[in-house]
């Protein structure tokens, strides 16, 4: 991979932690802020394929689970996102025409990802995880990206298309 | 559709292998993180990132501040015709100004609230801006603070702001530090009943809404606590993680608790968690009053 692409993905996936955790938490409704990085990972996996999201989804993930303020065992993020890049990567050719396959993608990305992540966080036993909490926060996290999906995973999905030589494969595939 | 090729499904499988790994590898550091006792080996690298995002969430929320007042006045200036529309959105750049005044007014109203705060409890502050905020998603109430271990802050110091109390520091970085709400539901702060002076722990149910109550058991389970109380942090040794005599809030609704047999009082927070901004650190106690018990510091992580 291209020193650049790589540079551009590190500075996509700060960028998006940066302003989840940051100016978007005051448009969070009922504390649940937008996952910005989740959209990112799901435009690789919709222009890429599996195997550059699950990549992108482990080192995003890591980076916000560590990222200030986080304060959970480190690893869940990380684990929820792999699992998302690669399902959304598979999801690839039936979902990147059109913005119905984009949403479907995003509302099972987010669905999963959140649930990943929750359910981690009960099998560690960890303090504020309640499976009634879980019940509350899931429904909305998704209903909030997939209220984002059309106004941002086109622009997310026409940049990584930039940055990739156009004699790719699934051009030629399509 | 997929049309099926040999060259397709090596690169399927591969990226199946490359998931697989990865998830394995994730599992591994949350299997290493979670198992460990005091010192976590990702602890370091807690440290590196939050000198890389410290900085990055700093400057998104000052960059931020005036972008979101024009963005509140945009929504309305939408479908008008371009004259119209020239002359709303200077109505709306020059509304934002005055908005933004009226931020940096209360601000200061803030700011110099909490240095009188200060100097009736004589402590010694450091004001800090909340910068970053964690999400519902991830169940914790935990914020970022602009001030780090470069003014001072350091782990387990106190954290208030002009209503009262706000949680504690977790960890501190170069320029930025991690705050626990005290409405997180792994905090535990020891309290002080105002009238009677009677302790108590409460804890927080990791409501930061203003539905967020803590509950505090007092140790003494014959004590009845009174709707209308006032409690106060109890304080540590040495002040740390908590100083004794700040205001936490006040008590809502008392139930006893047949399960242990105690008292549970709701204790209705004075801080507004869900906008909260200017906070201080209290970095040391000029005046360390006799009141700090000998009771070891409660227990949080």
């Known amino acids: ?174 | 559709m997929r049309a099926w090729s040999p060259t397709r499904d090596r690169a399927g499988r591969r990226a199946a292998t490359v998931a697989g790994v990865l998830a394995l590898a994730a599992v591994t550091v949350i299997a290493v993180d979670a198992t460990a006792e005091d010192e976590s080996p990702v602890d370091p690298l807690r440290s590196a990132s939050g000198e890389v995002f410290g900085p990055v969430e700093t400057g998104l929320d000052t960059a931020a501040d005036p972008i979101e007042e024009v963005a509140d006045q945009i929504t309305t200036v939408d479908g008008l015709r371009d004259d119209n529309a020239r002359l709303e959105s200077e109505n709306a750049r020059l509304r934002a100004q005055l908005e933004t005044v009226d931020i940096d007014r209360s601000r200061l109203e803030a700011l110099s609230a909490l240095y009188q705060l200060g100097d009736d409890h004589g402590f010694d502050l450091v004001t800090a801006q909340v910068t970053a905020m964690g999400p519902a998603q991830s169940f914790s109430q935990v914020v970022t603070i602009d001030a780090g271990t470069s003014d001072g802050v350091e782990a387990d110091m106190t954290v208030i702001n002009d209503q009262g109390l706000v949680g504690r520091v977790l960890r501190a970085d170069h320029g930025s530090a991690t705050v626990l709400l005290i409405v997180d539901a792994s905090s535990v702060v020891g309290g002080r009943l105002g009238s009677d002076l009677e302790l108590g722990m409460l804890r927080g149910d990791g409501d930061l809404s203003d539905g967020g109550r803590l509950s505090m058991s007092t140790i003494d389970q014959t004590v009845q606590p009174g709707p209308g109380d006032i409690v106060v942090t109890w304080g540590s040794r040495g002040g740390a993680p908590y100083v004794a005599g700040v205001p936490i809030g006040r008590v809502e609704s008392v139930e006893s608790s047949q399960r242990d047999q105690s008292m549970v009082a709701k204790v209705q927070p004075y801080v507004d968690f869900s906008a909260l901004d200017m906070v201080a650190v209290v970095v040391g106690a000029s005046a360390s009053d006799d009141s700090t018990e000998q009771a070891a510091p409660p227990e949080g992580r």
């Open chain 1, 1 to 174: 991979m291209p020193v650049l692409r790589m540079l551009v993905y590190a500075a996509l996936v700060v960028l998006a932690i940066g302003l989840q955790v940051g100016p978007l938490s005051d448009y969070a409704i009922r504390g649940v802020a937008p996952d910005l990085l989740l959209l990112v990972v799901v435009a690789i996996g919709l222009t890429y394929g599996p195997e550059r999201a699950a990549v992108v989804g482990f080192l995003g993930g890591l980076a916000l689970d560590l990222a200030p303020p986080s304060d959970h065992v480190a690893g869940r993020w990380a684990l929820a996102l792999v699992v998302v890049g690669y399902l959304v990567g598979l999801l690839r050719d039936d979902a990147r025409q059109g913005m119905v396959g984009m949403i479907v993608a995003v509302a099972a990305a987010s669905f999963v990802g959140t649930s990943i992540f929750a359910l981690s966080g009960l099998v560690l036993d960890e303090p504020g995880v309640t499976v009634s909490r879980v019940l509350e926060v899931i429904p909305v996290a998704v209903l909030y990206d997939v209220a984002l999906t059309p106004l941002l995973l086109p622009l997310l999905i026409a940049l990584c298309r930039r940055l990739r030589p156009s004699s790719d494969e699934w051009v030629r595939a399509a």
